[in-house]
């Protein structure tokens, strides 16, 4: 099935680029222009995925993201002018899956649109439960201390309750603990996210591992459960 996407740019001339490059790679995509249109058309619904500017004329972006994750946890993707890290970070807090900086290279922006369709789809049933929990090393729940991690739910639980991570954190916190011991490596973490297409902006990782600590971070021991070595990587506590 076609995967469509929501466009969400003002711009007519960068906007008829993301509907060209969507429609080369395979997607099905519909354009607006402004953050009142993109949350009319995503309540309507139908949509696997987001591409959004910042920049929006009559709403903050950042507006515009947190209000759609708050509904939705399909893949959202920030494609944007704004490319200093303290906007990357602040579009990743808000719930962004990833973010691209203009100028960008088509053949890239599709690579990641894929990667997060990728993703987010391990979350479903059949074959892609297998191997997503192949893929995180085991089909059995892993206990973290208070915090437990179920490969084929791709979810984690402390005490009863539900930690909210995305698809990206879940994954993340799920490839430091099959590798409980050793230090991951930046490089490593990367390439198990992004294949060979990673992010130039490698500090994305520091983000990711960044909010799961908040998320983890009224758990008993929960900040503290993964450790950084400075240059070499994170690593898994004991717990």
Known sequence: MTARILLVEDDPALQSILTAATSFGGFESESVRTGLEALKAF????????????????????EVLAALRKTSDIPILVVSG?????????ALDLGADDFVAKPFLPGELLARIRAALRRHRRQGSGSDESDSASADGDRQPVRLGKLTLDPLRRSAEAEGKEVSLNDTEYKVL??????????????????????????????????????????????????????????????????
């Not at 704004?82 to 602040?90: A, C, H, M, V």
């Not at 099959?178 to 520091?206: C, M, Q, T, W």
């Open 43 to 62: 309540e309507r619904g139908g949509f696997d995925a987001v591409l959004m500017d910042l920049g929006l004329p009559d709403m903050d972006g950042g």
């Open 82 to 90: 704004r490319g200093s890290e303290r906007d990357k970070i602040q």
């Open 174 to 239: 799920a490839l430091l603990a099959r590798e409980r011991g050793s230090i991951v490596s930046r490089s490593a973490l990367l390439e198990a996210l992004y294949g060979d297409n990673p992010p130039k902006e490698s500090r994305i990782v520091d983000v990711y591992i960044s909010n799961i600590r908040k998320k983890l971070a009224g758990l008993p021991g929960g900040e503290e459960l993964i450790g950084t070595y400075r240059g070499r990587g994170w690593m898994i506590r004991r717990t």
